[in-house]
């Protein structure tokens, strides 16, 4: 039979209407249940066997660990990621190729240094020079400091002449003089040789850290300055997950917080926790980043692989859950389940139970009032019985 009302409110997409309509219709449910339950408790009374007895399965509700999850795409980076530029302008020679794995601090190419190695071994030479020259001059005035010394002994004893004590004291005076110049030259040109030996390094380009070759930019034989990119070197050892959450979660994801990583391109899944919460809100997107470090897999994972990231924002290990398809809602809005009661053998009662919902995960409903572990709920079956209705259990 045609329901007239129900075709004209779907013909007028009218929503409010419909849902108000199918309000209408649980609340008639219900109360039919509720005369249905009273007819099998009279009947049960005057002791007629309710022949309708429905077969159901059930399960003995135990505590057990809930989980909550944030479900959001994020993608793969890498730490070190960065393009090597050389600090000294000249002809390159890279003594690396594509693919290559380095070490951190490994020569990966040179650029010639113009002759500045032989600028550093002058530089060297003038710094032995003037070192074999003070070394001289340290002897001298030690000798002119014994001399004087000397005589001022024996002119404070009124021994030899004024005239002695005077020149002997000018020789120490100026051979110390001589001494202080020529340490100030070792020192000038000790400074003009590191000076020349911190460009000579320059010339060496080295790994800044351990990786890979990803790319090689500049060849052999081109002329190079800073900032030219020679190569592109990536380390695949610590990789890590960027996501953007919605500010709404802001409260429920902190610093340690679990997270499980999911790569569709490698069907594979990795446990880790978020390393960075981001301090930013993007005004456009209403979303702060998080940081989550994974393991490079021994080279497997890539960067720039999509994501999936699950964030455990709320765990429960001592809940009382149960799937989401057992629970009902009535005409006020109130959840129930149905519970057997009076158990014996296959033979029970069911009864209904208003419960409280708390989180809800993908397929369980974590019930925080209404259930407790010893329970024992209907499942399969539970959706057309009554309150009070004989059941069998299979």
């Given at each position: 039979?045609?329901?007239?009302?129900?075709?004209?409110?779907?013909?007028?997409?009218?929503?409010?209407g419909?849902?108000?309509?199918?309000?209408?219709?649980?609340?008639?449910?219900?109360?039919?249940?509720?005369?249905?339950?009273?007819?099998?408790?009279?009947?049960?009374?005057?002791?007629?066997?309710d022949?309708?007895?429905?077969f159901?399965?059930?399960?003995?509700?135990?505590?057990?660990?809930?989980?909550?999850?944030?479900?959001?795409?994020?993608?793969?980076?890498?730490?070190?990621d960065?393009?090597?530029?050389?600090?000294?302008?000249?002809?390159?020679?890279?003594?690396?190729?594509?693919g290559?794995?380095?070490a951190?601090?490994?020569?990966?190419?040179?650029?010639?240094?113009?002759g500045?190695?032989?600028?550093?071994?002058?530089?060297l030479?003038?710094?032995?020079?003037?070192?074999?020259?003070?070394?001289?001059?340290?002897?001298?005035?030690?000798?002119?400091?014994?001399?004087?010394?000397?005589?001022?002994?024996?002119?404070?004893?009124?021994?030899?002449?004024?005239?002695?004590?005077?020149?002997?004291?000018?020789?120490?005076?100026?051979?110390?003089?001589?001494?202080?110049?020529?340490q100030?030259?070792?020192?000038?040109?000790?400074?003009?040789a590191?000076?020349?030996?911190?460009?000579?390094?320059?010339?060496?380009?080295?790994?800044?850290f351990?990786?890979?070759?990803?790319?090689?930019?500049?060849?052999?034989?081109?002329?190079?300055?800073?900032?030219?990119?020679?190569?592109?070197?990536?380390?695949?050892?610590?990789?890590?997950?960027?996501?953007?959450?919605?500010e709404t979660?802001?409260a429920?994801?902190?610093?340690?917080?679990a997270?499980?990583?999911?790569?569709?391109?490698?069907?594979?899944?990795?446990?880790?926790s978020?390393?960075l919460?981001?301090?930013?809100?993007?005004?456009a997107t209403?979303?702060?980043?998080?940081?989550?470090?994974?393991?490079?897999?021994?080279?497997?994972?890539?960067?720039?692989l999509?994501?999936?990231?699950?964030?455990?924002?709320?765990?429960?290990?001592?809940?009382?859950?149960?799937?989401?398809?057992?629970?009902?809602?009535?005409?006020?809005?109130?959840?129930?389940?149905?519970?057997?009661?009076?158990?014996?053998?296959?033979?029970?009662?069911?009864?209904?139970?208003?419960?409280?919902?708390g989180?809800k995960?993908?397929?369980?409903?974590?019930?925080?009032?209404?259930?407790?572990?010893?329970?024992?709920?209907?499942?399969?079956?539970?959706?057309?019985?009554t309150?009070?209705?004989?059941?069998?259990?299979?």
């Amino acid at each position: 039979m045609k329901d007239e009302r129900l075709e004209t409110l779907i013909k007028n997409k009218d929503v409010k209407g419909l849902q108000a309509y199918r309000d209408r219709q649980k609340f008639k449910m219900d109360s039919l249940n509720q005369v249905m339950g009273q007819i099998d408790a009279g009947l049960n009374t005057l002791g007629v066997s309710d022949e309708a007895s429905g077969f159901v399965q059930v399960r003995k509700l135990e505590l057990s660990n809930f989980v909550h999850s944030i479900e959001i795409q994020g993608n793969v980076t890498t730490d070190q990621d960065v393009m090597v530029q050389p600090q000294f302008a000249g002809t390159l020679s890279l003594f690396v190729k594509k693919g290559q794995r380095v070490a951190r601090g490994q020569v990966i190419g040179r650029v010639a240094d113009g002759g500045l190695r032989d600028q550093y071994q002058q530089a060297l030479i003038s710094v032995s020079t003037i070192k074999a020259q003070l070394g001289a001059a340290q002897s001298n005035a030690n000798l002119a400091r014994i001399a004087y010394e000397k005589q001022a002994s024996l002119w404070k004893q009124k021994i030899g002449s004024e005239f002695q004590y005077l020149q002997s004291k000018t020789n120490y005076e100026a051979a110390q003089r001589q001494v202080a110049g020529l340490q100030s030259q070792v020192s000038a040109t000790q400074k003009a040789a590191d000076a020349v030996r911190a460009n000579l390094a320059k010339t060496a380009i080295v790994a800044p850290f351990s990786g890979v070759v990803d790319d090689v930019i500049t060849q052999n034989g081109q002329v190079v300055s800073p900032g030219t990119n020679i190569i592109k070197l990536i380390s695949l050892g610590t990789m890590r997950v960027e996501a953007n959450v919605p500010e709404t979660y802001l409260a429920k994801v902190r610093q340690g917080t679990a997270v499980k990583i999911f790569l569709p391109t490698l069907n594979k899944t990795l446990n880790s926790s978020i390393r960075l919460v981001g301090n930013y809100i993007d005004p456009a997107t209403r979303t702060f980043k998080i940081e989550v470090p994974i393991s490079g897999e021994g080279g497997v994972v890539k960067p720039n692989l999509l994501a999936q990231v699950q964030i455990q924002d709320y765990v429960n290990p001592n809940a009382v859950q149960v799937p989401a398809q057992y629970v009902y809602e009535d005409a006020a809005k109130r959840n129930y389940v149905f519970v057997a009661v009076n158990v014996n053998g296959q033979n029970a009662v069911a009864k209904k139970v208003y419960v409280n919902e708390g989180e809800k995960s993908e397929n369980s409903v974590e019930i925080t009032t209404g259930l407790k572990a010893g329970d024992i709920i209907i499942l399969d079956g539970s959706k057309n019985l009554t309150d009070g209705q004989k059941i069998k259990i299979q």
